[in-house]
Structure formats: C-alpha cells, structure tokens
C-alpha cells in the first residue's frame, strides 16, 4: 500500500513564509482576510478542513491553547504579526479597549460631548449598561415629540 505525501503541520508552512521585521514582528504574508488577518489552511488526509488565523495557530504552538472565552491581542497592533510574544490572551472587552485600538466602542468611550456640543458630565449623562447619552438631547427630543404629537 503507498501513502500520499504526509502533511505538513499548519506552523511549519506559516513558518516558512514568516518574514521578521525591525520591530520584532513575525510578519506572515499568507491569505489575508478584508480586516487584515492572516490565514492558514489546516489540512487533514489532504483535504483542507478549515482556514485558521495564523496568529492562533503560532500563539497555541508556543504557548499553548487560548483558554476558553478569551481572544488575543496584537500587542504590536500589526494584524498579520505571528510573533507569539507580540500577542496576548484577553476578554473581548479587553481587547476592544485597549491601547491603541482603532474601534468604534473604544472610540466612543473616549467622546468628551456628545455629536450637539453638550459634555459629558456627571449631570449631564444618562448610561444603562454599556451605553450612555446626552441628558440635554434626550430633554431637546422629548419637546420636540410631544410638539409634533399635539398637531
């Protein structure tokens, strides 16, 4: 009986194509996907069974599995980096407010007035859970409710 060629392990392909940069960062120039993520087939009998992210492949490789209900950060914020010391195991939360993170909920938090002018002060600002608005807007849409409700 001949057997087909035996697979190579998904780290030593992504190895293989790293590139190391002056920052330190493993730099991998395999599939990206649209938010700059690299990928990695992961093949079984030769057939490819699932794409991965590289950088959880290289981080559960050298340090071991992500434990259950976290994420990782990009410490370097180089979305293709695979430098595992580059990354680091965190809450969703975590990783969306961190430093030097470009989102929309960390963008938000760091708002001083609200899109009218009026700041965010104590007094001012009305918050349920993770969401927060502008008491003097909330008053101003109020008014202008009750004056279209009463034509």
Same mark, same amino acid.
């Given at each position: 009986?001949? $057997?087909?060629?035996?697979?190579?392990?998904?780290?030593?392909?992504? $190895?293989?194509?790293?590139?190391?940069?002056?920052?330190?960062?493993?730099?991998? %120039?395999?599939?990206?996907?649209?938010?700059?993520?690299?990928?990695?087939?992961?093949?079984?009998?030769?057939?490819?069974? =699932?794409?991965?992210?590289?950088? =959880?492949?290289?981080?559960?490789?050298?340090?071991? =599995?992500? %434990?259950?209900?976290?994420?990782?950060? *990009?410490?370097?914020? @180089? =979305?293709?980096?695979?430098? %595992?010391?580059?990354?680091?195991?965190?809450?969703?939360?975590?990783?969306?407010?961190?430093?030097?993170?470009?989102?929309?909920?960390? @963008?938000?938090?760091?708002?001083?007035?609200?899109?009218?002018?009026?700041?965010?002060? *104590?007094?001012?600002?009305?918050?349920?859970?993770? *969401?927060?608005?502008?008491?003097?807007?909330?008053?101003?849409?109020?008014?202008?409710?009750?004056?279209?409700?009463?034509?």
């Amino acid at each position: 009986m001949t $057997m087909g060629p035996v697979p190579i392990p998904a780290i030593d392909r992504l $190895m293989r194509r790293v590139v190391v940069d002056s920052s330190g960062c493993w730099l991998a %120039p395999t599939a990206k996907g649209d938010r700059g993520y690299s990928f990695i087939s992961t093949r079984v009998g030769g057939r490819k069974v =699932r794409r991965e992210c590289s950088h =959880r492949v290289a981080f559960e490789w050298a340090r071991g =599995r992500i %434990p259950s209900g976290l994420c990782l950060d *990009h410490l370097c914020r @180089q =979305r293709n980096c695979v430098n %595992p010391w580059h990354l680091r195991a965190v809450t969703t939360r975590e990783n969306v407010l961190a430093k030097g993170s470009e989102s929309i909920p960390k @963008q938000n938090i760091e708002k001083t007035h609200c899109k009218w002018g009026h700041e965010f002060t *104590h007094e001012n600002t009305i918050a349920w859970g993770e *969401h927060r608005s502008c008491r003097e807007c909330s008053r101003r849409r109020s008014r202008e409710w009750k004056r279209r409700a009463a034509r």
